[in-house]
């Protein structure tokens, strides 16, 4: 058998799993919906134009921040949390504190997103300790300091 044909079959699977999706991603990207919703395949690049729009560059350009702080900030906190679990923790309790960070993996993200969002709400606990202190909390849930928080605590 030949070498080349040893590929086939990663070349199918690479084919229908990831070229397919994209070109009918394309093609729908292409297409305008109708009134119910549908696709109405008559091609042209108004969506296109459209993304580049201020408001959707606005949007994007955002995103593209709170992705670089998340990446950013991940590696600020993630890397020395590693490398002294790796290298400074004794081996007797490296376990344990191993487990204490993968523990809340073991929850469905959409409950501990809903968690933050009990913290961080006007009515939350947050605000709740800053009312018994005397002060009053910030409002960080719907803004990008909370958005920030979340992927960070997501990642």
């Not at 297409?31 to 395949?41: A, E, K, L, T």
């Not at 993968?102 to 959409?110: E, H, N, Q, V």
Request: hydrophobic share 55%; proline share 6%; charged share 15%.
């Amino acid at each position: 058998m030949k070498p080349r044909a040893l590929l086939l079959p990663a070349a199918i699977a690479l084919g229908l799993l990831f070229v397919l999706p994209q070109v009918l991603m394309l093609e729908a990207s292409l297409g305008r919906r109708s009134v119910y919703g549908g696709v109405i395949h008559e091609w042209s690049a108004a969506n296109y134009r459209r993304a580049a729009e201020p408001l959707y560059v606005g949007i994007l350009g955002r995103s593209v921040v709170l992705a670089a702080a998340t990446t950013v900030m991940c590696l600020a906190l993630g890397y020395p949390m590693a490398y002294w679990l790796a290298r400074r923790v004794p081996p007797r309790r490296r376990s344990l504190l191993l487990v204490l960070v993968i523990l809340p993996f073991w929850t469905s993200f959409l409950v501990r997103m809903y968690a933050w969002m009990f913290i961080l709400r006007s009515e939350g606990i947050l605000s709740a300790a800053f009312a018994a202190l005397g002060g009053r909390a910030p409002d960080i849930l719907y803004t990008d300091a909370g958005v920030l928080l979340g992927q960070v605590y997501g990642e």
